[in-house]
Structure formats: structure tokens, C-alpha cells
């Protein structure tokens, strides 16, 4: 007998949160498993505000995660992880295992695994711009931490930074580190966070060191146009290589790679612009749904563009950054796609029955 | 900043007028009318030079380029000069590089100068393209075994002041467990020589059993490698792995770290494999049976080999033999260890000082000086037999004579074993 109602989908950020209102909403049961105690995923445990609209992500998401909790047709079980999974399509069985470590055995007919990104740890790799050394180097995390309690600082100090120097493409297309891909979101959310910085703090110089800004679509004008222009933010073409203490200050060296002549800026606060790898869950999911993960190590999907969220194993699908880099919009378009391809596959699995 | 450049002639004759001065200034043209790409294809077909090809342009590595923080180079540079038709076969940046492979440390792409920089260097070698003196070292070393033009049979006359024996293995016709290989500068330079003679009473000392091959020994040939004569370093290497194959020992160790970086990557590959480590290695295990009867009450401090630190990975034996000299104080400059900072002798730099001269507005050596001085050190250590010289010389014309000492890690541990009365540390 094959189970035919129930979509399994695994992680509860935006892509999860998407794929469940959808199954519901196209008459299906859903279980909705999250390893955390709160849903939203990363955007709404770690970010103050979304790129590009700046909203606040409380106001932004928070009718979302309370529509969730708050749905008949959706079984929330969160503080719980995935940990087994045996049988094909129509007849997935799935072992799910609570803090205290009672197992569970669910069928469900589909699954669409939402488990997500991590940000790169720059500690990582030997002295990565000194994030571990000096408490002046922070990442785009730490900044938004800040920002929630209204507020940009030099942790060294506590003093608000005369100024600040966002360093790009950190973790993200290095053949060196083994991330060969960009990592799609960090360009738009250091130019948001410039915009915030600037906000706060209207005569504090900011900068942002880059590669190439990959401010692909409306970012452009959006946040891009709207940093420089209206913010006054400088953006200097050419990477930072290293940061290194001078006095109470910062100093980083690099290039200006327009000008062809090295930098040495002393600079107030250093934020790294980490980008994604695939979080623990993806590559534990990968494992117990045995869904190969392609050559950056996301889990792996079969249509190239044209199908973003099928996996190799029938009946199982992917949303959002576990698939790779992804930003909001393409993660919850993600999640509608791989709820309407789960519940096809369902009902095409009831016809035959 | 680079502005339109103004070209004026003395006096300039336009159609039968004569124009002086401000009257006939002109501007070199600047604007990019074509990208001759054939030529980073023709530079880039050449086996070893491909990932020139792989810049992406981030500019990480001109922050870290020692020669670009005296003149106008780096990696990313090269790679935009030779994409808009500029060749390197040509162009003064080929002989500049002393492949320190720092901007390899950083590079997120891996473009691999260590790999280019001979690739490139062979081709320009065989189109007669390389500088007058560089080809001097290079006649020099075929003709007699060593760069600088010393008599071969002189080879092994510094062991005359070294105050110990030094066995010369054809003379000894026995087995050794240490067959030390001397190199040129610490065979014929004069303060090489000093530090040999200090290693070879700290090889006495410890009760090493140990030889050299003497007038048997050539130059091991790695920087000539990197310099682009790979022919002639193919020669060197035959030449030194029949020489050493005629005997018997358990382990090499060298003085010079270009050389240790040879028998480490390269004489394998044609057929010499042997266990090798640099000296600094070697005495580091040797640390607990050494008996040190006096210290030297300064603060010193170390400049990595290129070739024994980023290329080889060894940081800590030099640091480890600095350490345990009673009284020292061991200061680390900003630029140590994987970061450090390079003496501008490396990879053909040793023989190309008149050349780069015109590109720099400093030698190296000097910037690693001030440096040094920068940092309060009194000493200067180094175990690179280049380095002596380069930086002793750097010394002079920075001003900083009598502020600050250059002294090969042999020559001060000698002294601090009461081995080399005649250091003078002042």
C-alpha cells in the first residue's frame, strides 16, 4: 500500500516553510521536521533585516512562521532530526529522533529536503584575515547580531568605527580553500549592511573591496546604485589579502586593482563577507536519503536549469540552499517548485494504484 | 599616478620648420585599440605556463609581491600586461620574479609562478632573450661548476681554514653517515666560507661522521633551474648524482636551501633519491647533546628561506637552534614565517642585481634590512648562504651599519659552543 498523502519535508527555513504551505495548500499532509527549536532557518535566526527590501525580518517572516505553526495541515516537529531512511516513493520510511533521543518511524509518500546552508568559518583556514585573532575582524553574522540590538561597535573598544571595510568573495571562489562558486548573496548583503552601517553612523567611511560585485537582477539599483549614490559608500575594486594590527587600528593590504597600486588603509572594523557551504544537515541528509551531492558538495539535482529541484532518487526533492548558493527569493521558489513536483509525483503514484 | 605622458623634443624639424620645446609636445597615445590575444595564447601554450591563463584579477597577490612593493609587478599585473599583447618573452617583468611563492600562498585560483616564472624564463633563455649577466652566471656554472666564476679546483680550499678536518669522501674511501653538500656561495664566498668553517667545527664537535665531495661536488643548480636554464641544471644534477652515487652514506645535508629544494623535488626525478635535510634540520635534533659555554646577550631575529620556509614548509629548526643560544632574545618580525618577506636572491635575483636595479626603487634586501631595524633586532640570523652577502651589503647602503649584525645560524651557534672565537659580535 503506498502512502500517497503525507510529504515529509526536512529543515523549516524559507525553502521549507514554502514547500509546506504549498503541499497543504495543494491538499496534501505535511511533516514538517526541524533539528531547531525555532523555524525560519538562517534569515530569521541570524539576520536583523533581508536583502534587498531592508524590512525588518521579524515583520517580514513572522506572519510566514506563525501561519506555519498555526496550519491543520501541517505537523510541525521541531527539536527533532532525521537520522534513518528506508524504502522507495509511496513508501518512505523514516526514523526521526527527539533531543532525548526517542526514535520514531513515520511513512511518507515524498520528501523535499530543505536542510539549508552554513556560512563559512574563516578560522578555518590558517589565520583567515585574523577573524580569530583580532576582535576588530568580525563576518557579515557578527555585524547583523549588532544590528539586531540596534547598534554597529568595535567589539576592542566598544566605540562606534570612523571607519569600515567590508572584504568580499571570503570562503567563496577559491580553488585553494576547495569553494569554487560564488556564493551569490554576499555582494548584496555587504551593500545592505553598508547601507545600515551608514544609517547609524552618517560620517563613518565605508568600503567595500571586491572582486566583481555580482549584483545580478534588481540588486543593482536596488542596493548597489542606492549604497553608492545615496550612502555615499565606496566601493574599491581589488581584493584585501591580509589584515594586520597597527596600533589600536586595522591595517589591511591589498590592492587597487583600477589603479595597479598596493593598499595599506588602517581601518576602524574589518567584516568579512563569509560565504555558504553546505550545512551539516544537507550533508547528513545526503548520506541517509543517499542523494549524491554534485561537485561543490550540494545536493546534487537532475535537470540542470530546467529542473532545479528533482533529485537522482524518484521521489525525493530539493529547496534552497541545499542545492547550492541561493538567495531568498530563488530558495522559496525553490521550495513552491519541489511541493507542486512532490505532490505531482504523489498523485501520479495514486493514479497507478 | 599614471597620466598621459608628455613627450617634447629638443628641437623637432615639421616640414622644414624647426619646433622646440613646448611647440612640438606631443602625448604618447593611450588609448587600448587592440587586444593581441595570440599573445597570451603563445605564452600560455608553453608546458608549465597555463595557469597564467586562470587570473581572475582579485589582486590578492600584489599585497604579498615583495618586487611589487619596490617597482611595478605582480602576478595580476602580468596577466593583464600579456592579455593586452604586451609579451613576457619581452618585457623586463619576466626577470624580476625571485619565486618566493608568496603569491601562490594566497592566490585563490592557483596561477603558479614557481611553475611559469622557468616555464616562460626556458623559452626566452633559447630565443637568446635573457639579460647579459644573468647568462654570465650561467656560462660560469657550466664552465666551472659555480656562478660566481671561481676556479673548480678551489672548491674545497675553505676547508683549510675551517681549524678541523674535513674529510673529502675520495679521499677518505669509506662510508659516512653524513654526506655534506657544500654548495658555491658557502664554498667560495667569503663570508659563506666563515659560516662553513663554524658548521664544520659544530660537525666536529658533535662527533659527526661526515665528508664532502669536495672538487667533486658542482653547483646543485636550482636557482639556475628557475632562472630558466633547466638544460643546464639537468647537467648539474647528472653530474652531482654520478659524483654521489661512487659513495657511500646514509644522508645528505646541505647548507643551502635552494639546494635542499633540489634534492627534495627534482634529483629524484632523475634518478638521485637520498634522504636530505638542511643543516638547521639536522642540528635541531642534535640540540640536547650540544654544550653551549657562552650566550649572546641581543636580540635577534630570523629571515625564512624562501626556499626552506613557503617552499618546503620548515619554520620551526631554525627558530629551534635560535632559541636554545643562551642570552638571545628572539624577536619575529611582521613578515615571518609563511608570510615572510624575500631577500631578492632567488630564482636568478642572486645574478640579476644590475638588471633590476632599473625596476626597483629598492633592493629587496635593503626593505628586509629596515625592517629588521624596525623590529630592534641587533642580528640579523639567516641559513640561506645568499642571504649573508645580500643583506650585509643591504646594511651598508641602508645606513644602518654598526646598528645592526648579519650572521649565518651556524656561525652563532659555533661561537655559543666556543667554537668561533674569531666572531666578531659587537
Given at each position: ?5 503525507t510529504v ?5 527555513g524559507p525553502?521549507?516553510m514554502?514547500?509546506?504551505r504549498t ?7 505535511v511533516?514538517?521536521v526541524e ?5 525560519g532557518?538562517?534569515?530569521y535566526?541570524s539576520?536583523?533585516t533581508?536583502t534587498?527590501d531592508?524590512?525588518e525580518?521579524?515583520?517580514a517572516?513572522?506572519?510566514?512562521v506563525r501561519?506555519?505553526?498555526?496550519n ?13 531512511s ?18 520514531t ?5 515524498a520528501?523535499v ?7 563559512f568559518?574563516?578560522?578555518r583556514?590558517t ?9 576588530d575582524?568580525?563576518?557579515?553574522v ?24 567590508f572584504?568580499?568573495c571570503v570562503g567563496s571562489?577559491d580553488?585553494?580553500i576547495?569553494?569554487?562558486?560564488c556564493s551569490k548573496?554576499?555582494c548584496?548583503?555587504a551593500?545592505k549592511?553598508?547601507i ?19 549584483m545580478y ?5 536596488q542596493?548597489?546604485w542606492?549604497a553608492?549614490?545615496e550612502?555615499?559608500v565606496?566601493y574599491?575594486?581589488?581584493i ?6 597597527r ?14 597600486r ?7 572594523l574589518v567584516?568579512l563577507s563569509?560565504?555558504m ?12 536519503f543517499?542523494v549524491?551531492?554534485?561537485?561543490h ?5 537532475v535537470?540542470?536549469?530546467l529542473?532545479?529541484?528533482s533529485?537522482p532518487?524518484?521521489g ?5 540552499a541545499?542545492?547550492?548558493p ?6 522559496v ?5 519541489a511541493?507542486a ?5 504523489l498523485n501520479?503514484?495514486a493514479?497507478e494504484? | 599616478m ?8 629638443e628641437?623637432?624639424?615639421?616640414d622644414?620648420?624647426?619646433l ?13 585599440s587592440?587586444?593581441?590575444?595570440s599573445?597570451?595564447?603563445e605564452?600560455?601554450n608553453?608546458p608549465?605556463?597555463?595557469s597564467?591563463?586562470?587570473?581572475y584579477?582579485c589582486?590578492?597577490?600584489t599585497?604579498?609581491?615583495?618586487v ?10 602580468i596577466f593583464?600586461?600579456t592579455?593586452?599583447g604586451i609579451?613576457l ?9 625571485t619565486t ?7 592566490c ?7 611553475d611559469i616564472?622557468?616555464?616562460?624564463r626556458?623559452?626566452?633563455v633559447?630565443?637568446?632573450?635573457a ?5 654570465t652566471?650561467f656560462?660560469?656554472t657550466?664552465?666551472?661548476g659555480?656562478p ?16 678541523v ?9 669509506a662510508p659516512?653517515d653524513v ?17 662553513s668553517?663554524?658548521?664544520?667545527r659544530i ?5 659527526v661522521?661526515?665528508g664532502i665531495?669536495?672538487t667533486?661536488?658542482?653547483c646543485?643548480g ?8 633547466r638544460?643546464?641544471?639537468e647537467m648539474l ?19 643551502d636551501?635552494?639546494a635542499?629544494?633540489?634534492?627534495l ?6 634518478g638521485g633519491e637520498?634522504?636530505?635535510r638542511h ?8 640540540l640536547?647533546?650540544?654544550n653551549?659555554?657562552?650566550?649572546i ?9 624562501c626556499?626552506l620556509?613557503r ?8 627558530r629551534s637552534?635560535l ?7 628572539l624577536?619575529?618580525?611582521g613578515?615571518c ?7 631578492g636572491g632567488g ?6 642585481d644590475g638588471?633590476t636595479?632599473?625596476?626597483a626603487?629598492?633592493r629587496?634586501s635593503e ?8 623590529y630592534g633586532?641587533e642580528i640579523?640570523a639567516?641559513?640561506c648562504p645568499y642571504?649573508?652577502p645580500?643583506f ?7 645606513g644602518?651599519?654598526?646598528q ?12 655559543c ?10
Amino acid at each position: 500500500m503506498a502512502n500517497t498523502d503525507t510529504v515529509l519535508i526536512v529543515g523549516a527555513g524559507p525553502g521549507g516553510m514554502e514547500a509546506a504551505r504549498t503541499v497543504a495548500e495543494l491538499g496534501k499532509k505535511v511533516l514538517l521536521v526541524e533539528a531547531q527549536a525555532e523555524i525560519g532557518g538562517t534569515p530569521y535566526a541570524s539576520y536583523a533585516t533581508l536583502t534587498p527590501d531592508l524590512q525588518e525580518t521579524e515583520a517580514a517572516m513572522g506572519h510566514i512562521v506563525r501561519g506555519i505553526r498555526h496550519n491543520p495541515s501541517i505537523d510541525l516537529r521541531v527539536n527533532t532530526r532525521v537520522v534513518k531512511s528506508e524504502g522507495d516513493i509511496g513508501a518512505f520510511h523514516v526514523t526521526l529522533e527527539n533531543p532525548d533521543a526517542t526514535q520514531t518511524v513515520v511513512e511518507v509518500g515524498a520528501v523535499v529536503i530543505a536542510t539549508g546552508f552554513q556560512h563559512f568559518d574563516p578560522g578555518r583556514e590558517t589565520q583567515m584575515y585574523g577573524y580569530y585573532e583580532y576582535d576588530d575582524v568580525i563576518t557579515l553574522v557578527d555585524a547583523e547580531a549588532m544590528f539586531k540590538q540596534g547598534k554597529i561597535i568595535r567589539p576592542s573598544t566598544g566605540q562606534a568605527p570612523d571607519s569600515v571595510a567590508f572584504i568580499q568573495c571570503v570562503g567563496s571562489r577559491d580553488r585553494q580553500i576547495g569553494n569554487k562558486y560564488c556564493s551569490k548573496v554576499c555582494c548584496g548583503i555587504a551593500s545592505k549592511q553598508s547601507i545600515e552601517i551608514k544609517r547609524m553612523l552618517p560620517n563613518a567611511k565605508v568600503f567595500i573591496f571586491y572582486i566583481d560585485m555580482r549584483m545580478y537582477g534588481f540588486w543593482e539599483d536596488q542596493i548597489y546604485w542606492k549604497a553608492q549614490e545615496e550612502y555615499k559608500v565606496n566601493y574599491v575594486r581589488g581584493i584585501v589579502t591580509e589584515v594586520i594590527r597597527r596600533g589600536g587600528k586595522l591595517l589591511i593590504k591589498g590592492e587597487d586593482t583600477t589603479m595597479g597600486r598596493p593598499v595599506e588603509v588602517l581601518m576602524d572594523l574589518v567584516i568579512l563577507s563569509v560565504g555558504m557551504e553546505p550545512s551539516k544537515g544537507t550533508v547528513q541528509m545526503s548520506k541517509i536519503f543517499s542523494v549524491p551531492r554534485e561537485e561543490h558538495g550540494f545536493l546534487q539535482t537532475v535537470g540542470g536549469p530546467l529542473d532545479t529541484v528533482s533529485t537522482p532518487v524518484p521521489g525525493i526533492f530539493v529547496a534552497g540552499a541545499a542545492a547550492g548558493p541561493k538567495d531568498i527569493e530563488d530558495t522559496v521558489s525553490m521550495g513552491g517548485a519541489a511541493a507542486a513536483k512532490a505532490v505531482g509525483a504523489l498523485n501520479r503514484l495514486a493514479l497507478e494504484v | 599616478m599614471q597620466k598621459a605622458k608628455a613627450i617634447e623634443l629638443e628641437i623637432a624639424v615639421v616640414d622644414g620648420v624647426e619646433l622646440n620645446g613646448t611647440w612640438n609636445r606631443m602625448f604618447e597615445p593611450r588609448v587600448i585599440s587592440e587586444y593581441d590575444l595570440s599573445v597570451l595564447e603563445e605564452i600560455t601554450n608553453i608546458p608549465g605556463a597555463e595557469s597564467l591563463g586562470y587570473c581572475y584579477q582579485c589582486g590578492k597577490c600584489t599585497a604579498v609581491c615583495p618586487v611589487d612593493s619596490v617597482g611595478d609587478y605582480s602576478p595580476r599585473k602580468i596577466f593583464r600586461r600579456t592579455q593586452l599583447g604586451i609579451s613576457l618573452l619581452d618585457s623586463p617583468d619576466l626577470w624580476l620574479c625571485t619565486t618566493c611563492r608568496n603569491c601562490l600562498r594566497v592566490c585563490p585560483k592557483e596561477v603558479n609562478m614557481i611553475d611559469i616564472m622557468p616555464a616562460v624564463r626556458e623559452q626566452a633563455v633559447l630565443e637568446g632573450k635573457a639579460p647579459a649577466e644573468l647568462l654570465t652566471a650561467f656560462e660560469n656554472t657550466a664552465r666551472y661548476g659555480n656562478p660566481i666564476g671561481e676556479s673548480a679546483r678551489k672548491r674545497a680550499d675553505w676547508t683549510k681554514t675551517a681549524g678541523v678536518p674535513v674529510p673529502v669522501m675520495s679521499q677518505k674511501k669509506a662510508p659516512v653517515d653524513v654526506l655534506w653538500f657544500v654548495e658555491c656561495y658557502p664554498a667560495y664566498h667569503p663570508r659563506g666560507k666563515e659560516a662553513s668553517a663554524a658548521l664544520a667545527r659544530i660537525f666536529a664537535a658533535l662527533g659527526v661522521d661526515f665528508g664532502i665531495l669536495g672538487t667533486e661536488e658542482k653547483c646543485a643548480g636550482d636557482s639556475q633551474r628557475m632562472a630558466g636554464e633547466r638544460g643546464l641544471f639537468e647537467m648539474l644534477a647528472e653530474h652531482n648524482i654520478k659524483m654521489l652515487s661512487k659513495y657511500r652514506f646514509n644522508e645528505i645535508v646541505v647548507t643551502d636551501p635552494h639546494a635542499y629544494n633540489a634534492f627534495l623535488h627534482e634529483y629524484p626525478k632523475l634518478g638521485g633519491e637520498w634522504p636530505v635535510r638542511h643543516y638547521t634540520q639536522f642540528l635541531a635534533e642534535k640540540l640536547a647533546g650540544v654544550n653551549f659555554v657562552k650566550g649572546i646577550k641581543k636580540r635577534i631575529t630570523f629571515h625564512d628561506p624562501c626556499y626552506l620556509g613557503r617552499h618546503n614548509g620548515e619554520y620551526e629548526a631554525p627558530r629551534s637552534l635560535l632559541r636554545a643560544l643562551p642570552d638571545v632574545e628572539l624577536v619575529e618580525m611582521g613578515h615571518c614565517k609563511q608570510t615572510s618577506y624575500c631577500c631578492g636572491g632567488g630564482g636568478g635575483g642572486m645574478w640579476l642585481d644590475g638588471f633590476t636595479r632599473d625596476y626597483a626603487s629598492e633592493r629587496l634586501s635593503e626593505r628586509r634590512v629596515k625592517e629588521a631595524v624596525e623590529y630592534g633586532a641587533e642580528i640579523l640570523a639567516v641559513s640561506c648562504p645568499y642571504e649573508v652577502p645580500r643583506f650585509e651589503d643591504a646594511v651598508k647602503s641602508t645606513g644602518h651599519d654598526g646598528q645592526i649584525q648579519v650572521m649565518d645560524i651556524a656561525e652563532l651557534m659555533a661561537y655559543c659552543m666556543g667554537l668561533n672565537e674569531g666572531l666578531a659580535i659587537s
